[in-house]
């Protein structure tokens, strides 16, 4: 077989990705077990696998997290990535991808779960990296394999290429024909398959396939378009490096059949690897990794581990690495290594050194974060590839329910962060809350799990404060004075406030038109910062914007006066005249971008008025087929679970976007209720 008679060409990294709940963890166990990395495979449902090892994932039973494990497969090292397939969870996934070498796709002829394959086919496709489609559960297929094919192609932008056929047996599948091979193999469970005879009406399908197969190929290949015009069969071993060619090229997507629950098809899947996989010299061209004789690696995930601190998974693009060798990171700072551990579920496994091409875990390297480039050189390296978190969809205001732990919450948050950069943590100011934020419901949930699990800290959480202000429609002028004595000197500010509206989204402005030094210069900046006191909470409970305040008037004492006299009497000024003022309660609008499946667009507009949203309009994704953009504006009080509404009307492919863009009245009814809980709440 061409494919298996060449030299073993160094260790390669490769990711399992798909929709969520499609087999990966289950074919990362079928691989391990197939290969003898693992005695026998581990089960998700019984809490036995490798890939979701966290007390999340498997209380859970699904990915929350990436994990790595190593194998070898006919003399070459494979180090798998199995990433998480909901898109919860998915900055593991784009963050690891710039490392891999090729992608396996591990999906079922679901049509609902299109959406889902779609966006990670298009990550794979925008950063150039070789993909294999793995076709799961065909033993539960209701389809033909042309009917689930074409099902399928919509979601990818390059031909998905039928490598195999299933072998039929009345209404179930026994086995396949492997078309570049020209061989028949029926499947025996938790065993290789049996290679039988090709003949009768397997063979006539095997032909039809296989022409349909060359003819993809001929696309990018006149040689094979003559042979093919020509009826001459091309040479085995030119097909495969055909197939290998187009693969890198990212011309085609080959599509392999099996069951990973029965460990049907890993066999073949290792094997078309094995020949048609790039290796590292190949990912790091794609990255544009510079030739150095240094060590250079990319650093794709960060764990806090309970006994063994920081480790940096990390893809060794070139060079050697020794234990205890100080590495430059492209973010800045320098770190020496304490540990190189194989990446084989647990991390426990030290290594000596790493060559160009393995997978590893650095331990305690405190100035790298992932993303980073490091190298050993003397000089920072420069950055090759990123990836931005997807921003957050979903908060929650935590705090540690005993006081005596809020440092050690900060500290356990900054790690969350730290591992997983699509959290963030942002402290608000007005309430002094510290708000989570997150891709979705589990998203926050595991990470709260984790802060109790992982890091001692027990929480409690509730709805993030909304920004509600108030404001005002009357004008006024209100006189302020502070007096008091108590022996020695006393305390004497006294000042007239002009108190006036203004237009929406002013904001706050100060001035001064005092004549004849009734209030002395020196004291004006006081009396402003009086004022600023005053609005930190109006007559309804909220801060105070859109109103100009003007100091007119006042009176000063040679002795008693002074600048926190002013600061008094201008408080007590605004407090005493905003009352009179009329206030009006204010909520933040935000504008709200939706990118949803079409055939979800009518649920999505359904949701958004019902949560008091006005559309503004829709229109089809740019460059997406089959998705829709829908913009509206809502009120932020009704944006803070829309997440959870959109993901359940979209199979969990939906997601949106916000942005301020003005404050607008709430009167009646509404602006009761809302007051009323403020005070209750307060």
């Known amino acids: 077989m061409g494919q298996d008679v060449r030299s073993p060409r160094g260790p390669r990294c490769i990711a399992l990705v798909g929709p969520f709940q499609s087999g990966k963890t289950t074919l990362l166990e079928a691989i391990l077990a197939r290969t003898g990395a693992i005695p026998r495979a581990g089960s998700v449902d019984a809490g036995t696998s490798v890939g979701d090892a966290t007390p999340e994932a498997r209380h859970h039973k699904m990915t929350v997290g990436l994990t ?45 779960k299109l959406p889902q394959l779609q966006i990670i086919l298009r990550e794979l496709e925008e950063l150039k990296i070789p993909r294999f489609l793995f076709l799961n559960k065909i033993d539960r297929a209701n389809k033909r394999i042309r009917e689930s094919l074409a099902m399928l192609q919509p979601a990818s932008r390059v031909p998905l290429v039928l490598r195999q056929i299933p072998i039929w047996k009345g209404e179930l599948i026994e086995g396949f024909v492997d078309l570049a091979l020209e061989r028949a193999f029926i499947y025996r469970e938790h065993k290789a398959s049996e290679v039988i005879a090709l003949d009768g009406g397997n063979l006539d399908r095997e032909k039809e396939a296989r022409f349909s197969m060359l003819e993809k190929l001929a ?82 995930k960060t764990l806090h581990s309970q006994h063994g601190g920081k480790l940096s998974l990390t893809r060794l693009l070139a060079g050697h690495l020794d234990d205890g060798a100080t590495l430059q990171s492209s973010s800045g700072g320098a770190s020496r ?19 160009a091409g393995d997978t590893v875990a650095l331990a305690k390297l405190d100035a790298v974060k992932t993303g980073d480039t490091v190298s050993s050189g003397k000089t920072a390296p420069a950055a090759l590839k990123a990836s931005e978190p997807t921003p957050p969809v979903l908060a929650i205001s935590v705090a540690a329910t005993d006081r005596k732990d809020d440092v050690k919450l900060g500290q356990a948050l900054m790690r969350l962060h730290e591992e997983d950069p699509s959290l963030v943590i942002v402290q608000n100011a007005q309430t002094h809350d510290t708000v989570l934020w997150g891709q979705g419901e589990m998203h926050l949930r595991v990470a709260s799990e984790r802060l109790s699990d992982r890091f001692g800290v027990k929480i409690t959480s509730h709805p993030p404060a909304i920004g509600y202000q108030e404001t005002i429609r009357k004008p006024i002028t209100q006189r302020g004075r502070h007096k008091k004595q108590s022996g020695g000197h006393g305390q004497f500010g006294d000042v007239v406030l002009d108190i006036r509206p203004l237009p929406r989204g002013e904001g706050f402005k100060f001035a001064e038109k005092v004549v004849g030094g009734a209030v002395p210069r020196n004291y004006i900046g006081a009396v402003e910062e009086g004022v600023v006191d005053g609005l930190a909470r109006g007559p309804l409970g909220f801060p105070v914007t859109d109103l100009q305040v003007t100091l007119t008037d006042g009176s000063y004492h040679s002795v008693d006066s002074s600048d926190l006299a002013f600061r008094t009497a201008a408080r007590v000024g605004l407090n005493e005249g905003l009352p009179q003022c009329q206030s009006v309660l204010l909520e933040p609008i935000h504008v709200v971008e939706i990118v949803c499946p079409t055939d979800a667009t009518a649920k999505i507009n359904a949701i958004l008025s ?60 509404a602006a009761d209720q809302i007051i009323a809980a403020h005070q209750h709440a307060a």
């Open 219 to 300: 696309d990018h290949d006149d040689a094979l378009m003559e042979q093919l015009l020509e009826d001459i069969q091309p040479p085995r071993d030119a097909v495969f490096d055909d197939l290998a060619r187009e693969l890198r090229d990212g011309l085609i997507c080959p599509v392999l059949l099996g069951a990973a629950a029965r460990e049907n098809g890993v066999l073949r899947l290792m094997k078309a690897l094995r020949h048609e996989a790039p290796d590292i010299t190949e990912t790091a061209k794609r990255l544009g990794a510079p030739e150095s004789k240094d060590a250079l690696g990319f650093v794709f």
């Open 610 to 669: 019902a949560r008091r949203g006005q559309i503004l309009g829709f229109d089809t994704r740019d460059g997406w087929s089959g998705w829709d953009c829908v913009r509206a504006m809502m009120p932020e009080a009704e944006i803070g679970e829309l997440i959870v509404e959109l993901r359940s009307a979209t199979a969990g492919a939906g997601s949106f976007t916000r942005q301020f863009d003005h404050m607008a009245e709430v009167t009646g009814r």
């Open 337 to 355: 290594i304490s540990g190189i551990l194989a990446v084989s579920g647990a991390y426990d496994s030290k290594r000596a050194s790493a060559e």
């Open 68 to 112: 790595a494990a190593t194998t070898s497969f006919m003399g070459d090292s494979y180090t798998f990535l199995d990433c998480p397939g909901s898109v919860e969870f998915a900055h593991d996934m784009r963050a690891a991808l710039p490392a891999v070498d090729a992608a396996i796709v591990v999906c079922e002829a679901d049509e609902k």
